[in-house]
Structure formats: C-alpha cells, structure tokens
C-alpha cells in the first residue's frame, strides 16, 4: 500500500485507528493478511474511507464481529478491512413505537441487554451474540432457533444507511414498521456479505418480551421418528418459536441429551408467552410425541437456546468443515440420516442439526488426523450439496479450508438469478472493490 | 409517447394474436378504455393493446415482441390499485395476468402454494381453508385484488400487524425479466441463494418485470380469535390506547382506528351498533391459542379504560365479531353516503405520534374547506385519512390533491413514510423526495438499471417525474366499474 494513502488514511479516521503489521493478526483470514485495518468513528469517516478506496481500486472488507469473516472466498487480492467497531452507539429507542436505530457496529449482545431493560427485544437470536454485530448480522443474514416464530433480519429490517463503494450515504426503507415507499433496499443489502455497500446504520422492529419461555427436550430411538414429530408439530394448534431437530452427534454437542448420548434424535421445541400459553403447550407436546416414539420430554436450561445454533460445529473440536442445508421442511429427517451415510460411506463421521420447522439444516464434519487429502472432505461436501439441490434446495458452506473450497465452492449455483445479481453489482459496486469474489457467482 | 399507424397496429395485433390466441387481445379503443384507470381514477392514460396471456411462455413472448418494438409494457391484475401503478402512461401494451388465476400446487406439509399471479387473493384462502389454512395478507380489496397485484405492490392488510405484509410471506416467484428472459428468484426454501432478488422484486411495482408463478406461505388458522371494540369521546384517548396496549407488551393481529365522521356514515349505512356519538372506536384483535387469551383480552380491555374509554365491548359470537368488523370493512362504501366523492390518502407515522399527526391531518383539511373520515390500521400507524369533496365543484378536486401533498409532508416531517401499502406509482412519484434524497433515488435507479434496462417494463413509476406525460393528469373522480360493483373498496 503506497505510503501516501497509508496517511490519507490515517488523516481521516486518526492514527491509532488504522492498524498495520502485527496489529493485523486478528483480521487474517485464510493465511491472507489485509494491507491495513481502518475503523472509522462515524458515517462521513466510512464515507471518506471508501472515496478513497475507491480512487485507487483497493479491496474493501467490511468487518463487524469478525465471526463470519471465512465465510466464502478471501479476496482475490488483498485490501482493507474496513471495521466498524466504533460506530457501536444505539441511536434511538422509542418503545411504544416497537422500533430502534443502531450504529451497525454495536454487538447484538450490548443492544439486547439494553432492550431487555426496556422489556423488549431484537427477535433475532444468531450465534455469538457477545461479538457478533448488528451490521455484520444483516450482513450475513445471521439467525437462530427462534426464527422459527419470528423469521429472520428480512422480516425485521425496515432501514438501513449504506455507504456505497463511491463513498456516498444512502438510506433504504425509514423508520416506521410498514413502509412500501421506493424499492426495499434492506432485503437489497442483508445477506450480500458486504459486497454492494457498508451497512452503517439500522432501523429494526422489535417485540415486547414474552412473560414466560421454555425449552422442551424430547428424545427418540429413531430420528425418522423425530422428524414425524416434526411435522405433527407443525400441523398441531402449537404455537412454538423454536423447532429444532438434532441427530445423536450434534444432541451430544449441544448438551441437549441430558447425559444420556446414543440418542437416534432430539426434537427440542421453544414456547413463549404468558404461563397459561407455555404450560399448555408443554403438555401438548408431550401428548403429541409420546405415540411417535418421543419420550423423556424435560425442559432445557436457558443456557441451551445459545448451543442450538451451533450444536452441528460444536459437535466436534475442530470440525473440517460446516454445510447449511435449505430444504423443504418436510425432508429434513430424511436429509440428515442420508447426508450422514454419505459421510460414513467415507469413513468420516457428521453431525447434523436443523432449524427443521424451516429447512434449515446445518452439518459439521469430523476432523480425521489421519486424512491428509481435502479431496476425500470435497467429495462428500459436493455429494450433499447434490442431496440437498436434488430436493429443491441448495447448500452453502459456512466454513471449510481453502484447500476444499477450492475444490467444492463454498456458495451453491443461483442459475439463471446469478446474472440479475452480477448486474446489480456491476451497478453498485462497478469497480468490484467491496469483498471482490468472496460471494456467490463470483460477485 | 409513440404513436402506432393503423396499419402497424394491425400487423401487432395479428402477432400478439399469434402467440395468446384470438379473443385474448384488445385493441379497440372502446374495450381499452375499461383498462385505462385502476381504483385511483384520478388518472388515466389508454393502451394500445390488452392482452390475456394464459402461461409464461405467452408473457414471455409478448415481452420479447414488446421489446422488438420498443413498446412499453405494464403487467396488470385486477385494478384495484389505488396510486395509478398499472396505467400504460406511455402507451403500449397491458398485460392482463386475469386469465392466469390457478392454484397449481399446495403443500400443506410444507406449507406453501404455489399459485398464478391473477390468482384473486381471497380465493387462496378459500382453496385452504378447508385444510385448516389461509394466506395471511388481507387487503381490504382481498375479494377482488390479486397475488401479483399484492406482489406488486407488498400489500397489507389490518391483519399484517401481527403477521407481516406480502414479502413476508413470499419465498419465491418465477419472473419474466423486462428483456423476456423467464428466471426464478428465490424458491420454495426459506433461504435464498445468493442476494434475496424475490424480496427486492416484491414491492417493485412491476417495474422490475412482470410474476408468472409465485409461492406463497399458508398459515394454520389460529384456535381462536377474540375481537374487542373501545369506544372513546376523545380521538386523543383511542391514540393513547394504542401505546398503551403496546406499552403493556401485548401484539394484537389488529388494531384498527374509526373516527367520528366514519362511524356516522357507517351507522347511518349499515348499522354495525357503534355508538354514533363517539369521537373514536378502536377495533382490537388477539388471535392465537385459546388458553391465555382472556388473560390478554383482560389486558387490552384494561388499557383502554386507562387511556379513557368509555366503553369497551367483547364480540360474544362469531356474527357479533363480522358485525364489528363490517363497521370497519365499510367504511369506504359509507363515505359515499355522506359525500359524493372522497380520496383515500395512503401515509405511515411512528404509532407515538398518532396524537399530533391527526390533529394537523384535521387541520389541513379543515383549511381547504373540505372534511375528512379517518379509518386506519392504528397498530402500525398507517393512517388513512379520506378527504371528502364534490368534484363537480370547479377547483375542489385540486384542493384535495394539495391537502394530500401537505398530509404527506407531515407525514415525512415526524419520520414516517409516503406510503404504507398502496405504493407510489404515478400518484406520489413526485413525492418521493419528502422522504428519500437524491443518492437515495440515484441507487434505486440502479437498481431499476439492472433489472429493466430498457426501462420498457411500467415506465413512468415510482421517480419523480419532469411532468412529462401531458396525457396524465388529475381529471374529474369517477368510481371505478369494480367499485361500483361493491367488489372493492378504498382502504
């Protein structure tokens, strides 16, 4: 990086928040060291930073929490990253209008805390939550079991402030809860992984906080069984804000068989509302499963809601990769005894779990010390991708080496859809300088 | 705008015809003129063509044709559109998706439809209901509007309070792209690949391209519904109420404002039993399980008296509840008992601010001389107010496009927006800088770019003009056909 933009740089945001050498250990990603980490103290700093990058074409990573930071490819070539850590302030909360406007660097753990005090919250509960921020959440579409009831960043998303890769601040949406003025450019931004704008600022919905919550645990013999389950849930009267399916392996890492491992499957189901709704509901459960084959049902400590996210990753020490699965729900069951056969057939043992309510499924692979050769972990990551788009559905990795993702992409075929996104980005983002070939399609 | 020779404009007909059949287009200037408004008949512009395709093969190719030709081109369902969203400003050709109304998939397991975009939104609900389903998004034109209208257009309803507006409950939609491409955004999975385009291209308004099949999200019916009408002497107390119940963290599936004005007319149409001396009535529902709903009914019915009502009244029955109910869903019709004509207006404020936007909503009628109705989806502050006038009265009708210019601005001036659900189109395209600067615009246009190059598919939309399209303008109101059939009424 010429010296000269290392100053400009510096000018802009102040010396002690550009990082350079050593100080960038934290923000390698894949071996690849970035030229310089800026953070910005405010939108005109962020403006500033990206005219300028922009003016000599260099790679630009956005970088909230840095929790998502190897999803995807590295850049092509290296760049800055582009922190967002001090813009972490909650702006405005007025509670009897459900909403809030936050700084995108603020954790989605501080803005909670802080909601929670006001007896409301931010209905999105995403892995990480202490680093995790609310920018790099809607960067990366991030969630949790509780999307079951209350869906995901799209459904609560109603503004956002972006600064494009030309340096100029632009807003989408506003700040009321129903809005259809000009095209929605929140669906526009979250989950583009940084690559058309930097989510700056948010304006999101919020709920009251339910009087009462809990988690129910049930086990079975045979996760087929658990996936029938799954589904007389769905078509019951229940009302569950989490619908989450475990194979044995992922149960196990997510401390959810109550010492007792060797589970076929683990149905977990979330209540919420006021006692009458949640006791009701406990028992309706029970009562649903027992002739499907459920048994032990037990609640969860309240510690358990943060494992279920990433019960398939924390099933092993280091996993060698991690898939998410989008499916029709009703495959679920079906999909995750499949995909483990898969694994089996090559030696490697898996764990699986899903948001099965909603399709979303995630699979961890086992690290095995004595295989050397990514192309063996390739192979099964491309056959459950072809499981997966046999059904309908598509497969993403979350994380995996370099070495696999070179072998297997790391993001699914869009088809046809893929051309409408090159062009968007070619509009937004012309001189391909924001996270250049980190997302889909090459984009 | 180009004009076409009669003998061109046989030679184009004679391919269109070629590719839909005979009898699915029309060119004669009688037969284009029932497609020249949609509900907001203060414009109106005539197409050269309307036809009926009946597959996406067929919009497909009429789009390619279009293209060929450099006509301009705007998908249309049932017209009961209310911002002039659907109207060929530039001429062209309509493409009517009312022949293209099927349900051709439904998945209850996985609870999803996939359905046709001239598909009449009510009928959905019917085609589930059976099974214990409904598609959740409840226009008040439910009987007669359409899907891909509602695509269009990411229409609400009372009932999106609680469970969201259109785009919230879409997964996926086959799209014929403006260049006649035919592509799939999304799917039936809750997780697109790649950039979510189905939940930009809701919301478009047909400029982005034009549905061909969509699917859609069907919901369980709830075990139980509970309706709750409060009635107060002060507007000021109904408002309160609504932050209150809020307040008490409490997220009824409606909560819908009637004033003064509207409960008279209503009660002098159709005695619906709402006191015709209040100032203000809020009609409340919870809906969910049935245990633990008196629990939240008793909390409703308690923060109401707090804010000051004077009455507050629990539907016993299912026909108490459809009573409630017709005093708000007709409110519209009632207007025209009181008034030979109204405009209904369309804004969004944050809910704590319902108090004071009201109050200025009455004072800038009242300064044009002119009375207005409110009826509205309190809950998620998206107001409503219906100017009342006299269009054979010479300048009453611009004195209500200017009050509904100033409604807007105040609208935007508390941090709210231009419109809630009825959309932009031609009607607010030049209002659109109260809210958004010219990045803001410039990015959208960007967007638009890299969708609909050409710029063929429904031009004229959403920006702010340069006044361009002489043909378009306010003219007189008259009530639309299908609102003179009772089939859809002004929310």
Same mark, same amino acid.
């Given at each position: 990086?010429?010296?000269?933009?290392?100053?400009?740089?510096?000018?802009?945001?102040?010396?002690?928040?550009?990082?350079?050498?050593?100080?960038?250990?934290?923000?390698?990603?894949?071996?690849?060291?970035?030229?310089?980490?800026?953070?910005?103290?405010?939108?005109?700093?962020?403006?500033?930073?990206?005219?300028?990058?922009?003016?000599?074409?260099?790679?630009?990573?956005?970088?909230?929490?840095?929790?998502?930071?190897?999803?995807?490819?590295?850049?092509?070539?290296?760049?800055?990253?582009?922190?967002?850590?001090?813009?972490?302030?909650?702006?405005?909360?007025?509670?009897?209008?459900?909403?809030?406007?936050?700084?995108?660097?603020?954790?989605?753990?501080?803005?909670?805390?802080?909601?929670?005090?006001?007896?409301?919250?931010?209905?999105?509960?995403?892995?990480?939550?202490?680093?995790?921020?609310?920018?790099?959440?809607?960067?990366?579409?991030?969630?949790?079991?509780?999307?079951?009831?209350?869906?995901?960043?799209?459904?609560?998303?109603?503004?956002?402030?972006?600064?494009?890769?030309?340096?100029?601040?632009?807003?989408?949406?506003?700040?009321?809860?129903?809005?259809?003025?000009?095209?929605?450019?929140?669906?526009?931004?979250?989950?583009?992984?940084?690559?058309?704008?930097?989510?700056?600022?948010?304006?999101?919905?919020?709920?009251?906080?339910?009087?009462?919550?809990?988690?129910?645990?049930?086990?079975?013999?045979?996760?087929?069984?658990?996936?029938?389950?799954?589904?007389?849930?769905?078509?019951?009267?229940?009302?569950?804000?989490?619908?989450?399916?475990?194979?044995?392996?992922?149960?196990?890492?997510?401390?959810?068989?109550?010492?007792?491992?060797?589970?076929?499957?683990?149905?977990?189901?979330?209540?919420?509302?006021?006692?009458?709704?949640?006791?009701?509901?406990?028992?309706?459960?029970?009562?649903?499963?027992?002739?499907?084959?459920?048994?032990?049902?037990?609640?969860?400590?309240?510690?358990?809601?943060?494992?279920?996210?990433?019960?398939?990753?924390?099933?092993?020490?280091?996993?060698?990769?991690?898939?998410?699965?989008?499916?029709?729900?009703?495959?679920?069951?079906?999909?995750?005894?499949?995909?483990?056969?898969?694994?089996?057939?090559?030696?490697?043992?898996?764990?699986?779990?899903?948001?099965?309510?909603?399709?979303?499924?995630?699979?961890?692979?086992?690290?095995?010390?004595?295989?050397?050769?990514?192309?063996?972990?390739?192979?099964?990551?491309?056959?459950?991708?072809?499981?997966?788009?046999?059904?309908?559905?598509?497969?993403?990795?979350?994380?995996?080496?370099?070495?696999?993702?070179?072998?297997?992409?790391?993001?699914?075929?869009?088809?046809?859809?893929?051309?409408?996104?090159?062009?968007?980005?070619?509009?937004?983002?012309?001189?391909?300088?924001?996270?250049?070939?980190?997302?889909?399609?090459?984009? | 705008?180009?004009?076409?020779?009669?003998?061109?404009?046989?030679?184009?007909?004679?391919?269109?015809?070629?590719?839909?059949?005979?009898?699915?287009?029309?060119?004669?200037?009688?037969?284009?003129?029932?497609?020249?408004?949609?509900?907001?008949?203060?414009?109106?512009?005539?197409?050269?063509?309307?036809?009926?395709?009946?597959?996406?093969?067929?919009?497909?190719?009429?789009?390619?044709?279009?293209?060929?030709?450099?006509?301009?081109?705007?998908?249309?369902?049932? =017209?009961?559109? @209310?911002? $002039?969203?659907?109207?060929?400003? *530039? +001429?062209?050709?309509? &493409?009517?998706?009312?022949?293209?109304? %099927?349900?051709?998939?439904?998945?209850?397991?996985?609870?999803?439809?996939?359905?046709?975009?001239?598909?009449?939104?009510?009928?959905?609900?019917?085609?589930?209901?059976?099974?214990?389903?409904?598609?959740?998004?409840?226009?008040?034109?439910?009987?007669?509007?359409?899907?891909?209208?509602?695509?269009?257009?990411?229409?609400?309803?009372?009932?999106?309070?609680?469970?969201?507006?259109?785009?919230?409950?879409?997964?996926?939609?086959?799209?014929?792209?403006?260049?006649?491409?035919?592509?799939?955004?999304?799917?039936?999975?809750?997780?697109?690949? =790649?950039?979510? @385009?189905? $939940?930009?291209?809701?919301?478009? *308004? +047909?400029?982005?391209? &034009?549905?061909?099949?969509?699917?859609? %999200?069907?919901?369980?019916?709830?075990?139980?519904?509970?309706?709750?009408?409060?009635?107060?002497?002060?507007?000021?107390?109904?408002?309160?109420?609504?932050?209150?119940?809020?307040?008490?963290?409490?997220?009824?599936?409606?909560?819908?404002?009637?004033?003064?004005?509207?409960?008279?007319?209503?009660?002098?149409?159709?005695?619906?039993?709402?006191?015709?001396?209040?100032?203000?009535?809020?009609?409340?529902?919870?809906?969910?399980?049935?245990?633990?709903?008196?629990?939240?009914?008793?909390?409703?019915?308690?923060?109401?008296?707090?804010?000051?009502?004077?009455?507050?009244?629990?539907?016993?029955?299912?026909? *108490?509840?459809?009573?409630?109910?017709?005093?708000?869903?007709?409110?519209?019709?009632?207007?025209?008992?009181?008034?030979?004509?109204?405009?209904?207006?369309?804004?969004?404020?944050?809910?704590?601010?319902?108090?004071?936007?009201?109050?200025?909503?009455?004072?800038?009628?009242?300064?044009?001389?002119?009375?207005?109705?409110?009826?509205?989806?309190?809950?998620?502050?998206?107001?409503?107010?219906?100017?009342?006038?006299?269009?054979?009265?010479?300048?009453?009708?611009?004195?209500?496009?200017?009050?509904?210019?100033?409604?807007?601005?105040?609208?935007?001036?508390?941090?709210?927006?231009?419109?809630?659900?009825?959309?932009?189109?031609?009607?607010?395209?030049?209002?659109?800088?109260?809210?958004?600067?010219?990045?803001?615009?410039?990015?959208?246009?960007?967007?638009?770019?890299?969708?609909?190059?050409?710029?063929?598919?429904?031009?004229?939309?959403?920006?702010?003009?340069?006044?361009?399209?002489?043909?378009?303008?306010?003219?007189?109101?008259?009530?639309?056909?299908?609102?003179?059939?009772?089939?859809?009424?002004?929310?």
């Amino acid at each position: 990086m010429p010296d000269a933009l290392l100053q400009k740089l510096r000018t802009t945001v102040g010396a002690a928040n550009v990082l350079t050498g050593v100080e960038l250990s934290p923000y390698v990603v894949e071996g690849r060291t970035p030229e310089a980490a800026i953070f910005p103290g405010s939108i005109e700093e962020v403006a500033a930073v990206m005219a300028l990058a922009t003016e000599v074409a260099s790679p630009v990573t956005p970088w909230g929490g840095g929790t998502a930071a190897s999803v995807g490819m590295p850049a092509g070539r290296p760049g800055l990253v582009l922190g967002l850590t001090r813009l972490g302030r909650l702006l405005d909360h007025e509670p009897g209008d459900l909403t809030a406007t936050v700084e995108a660097g603020i954790t989605v753990e501080a803005f909670q805390t802080t909601l929670g005090s006001r007896g409301q919250w931010l209905s999105l509960d995403p892995p990480d939550a202490g680093r995790a921020t609310v920018g790099g959440v809607l960067a990366t579409n991030a969630c949790g079991p509780r999307r079951h009831l209350y869906g995901t960043a799209r459904d609560l998303l109603i503004g956002v402030t972006v600064v494009t890769a030309d340096g100029s601040v632009v807003k989408g949406g506003g700040k009321v809860v129903k809005n259809v003025a000009g095209y929605d450019l929140p669906k526009l931004f979250i989950g583009s992984y940084g690559t058309l704008g930097v989510i700056v600022e948010a304006t999101v919905k919020l709920r009251p906080l339910a009087e009462q919550e809990e988690l129910m645990s049930v086990r079975f013999d045979r996760l087929k069984d658990a996936g029938a389950a799954v589904r007389a849930v769905a078509a019951s009267d229940l009302i569950p804000n989490a619908v989450e399916l475990l194979d044995g392996v992922a149960a196990g890492g997510a401390g959810v068989t109550a010492g007792s491992p060797a589970a076929g499957g683990v149905l977990v189901v979330g209540f919420d509302g006021v006692r009458e709704q949640v006791d009701w509901q406990r028992a309706e459960l029970a009562r649903l499963t027992a002739p499907l084959g459920g048994r032990d049902v037990r609640p969860l400590e309240p510690a358990a809601w943060a494992r279920l996210g990433v019960a398939a990753r924390a099933a092993f020490r280091a996993p060698a990769a991690v898939m998410a699965l989008a499916v029709l729900p009703s495959q679920v069951a079906e999909l995750m005894e499949q995909g483990a056969g898969i694994a089996r057939a090559r030696g490697l043992a898996s764990a699986w779990a899903a948001h099965a309510g909603v399709g979303v499924v995630r699979s961890a692979l086992a690290s095995d010390p004595g295989l050397k050769d990514p192309a063996a972990l390739a192979a099964v990551l491309a056959e459950w991708r072809e499981m997966a788009r046999a059904g309908g559905g598509h497969a993403n990795l979350e994380w995996a080496p370099l070495a696999v993702k070179s072998q297997v992409s790391a993001w699914d075929d869009p088809g046809a859809a893929g051309r409408i996104m090159e062009r968007i980005k070619a509009q937004l983002d012309p001189r391909h300088i924001l996270n250049p070939g980190r997302f889909v399609a090459g984009i | 705008m180009l004009t076409l020779t009669d003998s061109k404009k046989q030679e184009l007909r004679r391919e269109l015809e070629s590719i839909v059949g005979q009898g699915a287009v029309l060119s004669d200037p009688d037969e284009l003129m029932v497609y020249e408004s949609d509900g907001l008949t203060l414009f109106r512009a005539l197409a050269d063509f309307v036809v009926f395709p009946t597959s996406s093969q067929h919009v497909s190719a009429i789009v390619k044709l279009a293209n060929r030709e450099s006509l301009p081109f705007v998908a249309r369902g049932a =017209g009961t559109g @209310l911002s $002039g969203g659907c109207l060929p400003t *530039e +001429g062209g050709i309509v &493409i009517s998706m009312m022949r293209m109304n %099927r349900v051709l998939e439904v998945d209850y397991d996985n609870q999803i439809a996939v359905v046709e975009p001239g598909l009449v939104n009510l009928h959905l609900s019917w085609k589930v209901g059976p099974r214990g389903y409904y598609y959740a998004p409840d226009p008040s034109s439910q009987q007669a509007c359409t899907i891909g209208g509602n695509i269009a257009n990411n229409s609400g309803g009372p009932h999106t309070l609680k469970y969201g507006v259109t785009t919230n409950h879409v997964l996926g939609l086959e799209v014929v792209m403006p260049d006649g491409e035919i592509v799939w955004l999304g799917g039936k999975t809750r997780e697109a690949c =790649g950039y979510d @385009l189905a $939940g930009v291209f809701v919301g478009s *308004e +047909g400029t982005f391209g &034009i549905a061909t099949r969509i699917v859609v %999200r069907i919901l369980k019916k709830p075990q139980a519904v509970k309706t709750v009408l409060a009635v107060f002497d002060a507007i000021d107390q109904a408002s309160a109420a609504v932050s209150a119940i809020i307040a008490r963290g409490l997220v009824p599936a409606a909560m819908e404002m009637i004033d003064h004005l509207t409960i008279q007319a209503v009660e002098d149409a159709f005695s619906c039993g709402y006191p015709r001396d209040a100032d203000a009535a809020l009609l409340i529902e919870l809906d969910g399980l049935a245990v633990g709903m008196d629990v939240q009914a008793g909390r409703i019915v308690e923060a109401c008296r707090e804010s000051g009502a004077r009455e507050v009244r629990t539907a016993r029955t299912e026909a *108490e509840r459809q009573l409630l109910w017709k005093g708000r869903k007709s409110a519209f019709g009632a207007y025209g008992r009181v008034s030979p004509a109204y405009m209904v207006m369309d804004g969004v404020i944050p809910r704590t601010k319902l108090p004071y936007v009201l109050r200025r909503v009455n004072e800038i009628v009242a300064a044009s001389g002119l009375r207005v109705g409110n009826v509205f989806h309190a809950g998620d502050g998206n107001l409503h107010p219906n100017i009342l006038y006299d269009p054979r009265k010479p300048g009453e009708e611009a004195r209500v496009v200017e009050a509904g210019a100033q409604i807007m601005k105040v609208c935007a001036q508390v941090g709210g927006s231009i419109s809630g659900e009825h959309g932009i189109g031609l009607e607010k395209a030049d209002f659109m800088p109260f809210i958004f600067s010219v990045a803001d615009l410039a990015l959208m246009q960007r967007l638009k770019s890299a969708f609909n190059p050409s710029g063929l598919c429904n031009p004229g939309k959403v920006f702010p003009t340069k006044k361009s399209c002489v043909e378009v303008g306010p003219v007189a109101y008259r009530p639309h056909a299908i609102e003179e059939k009772g089939l859809a009424q002004r929310f």
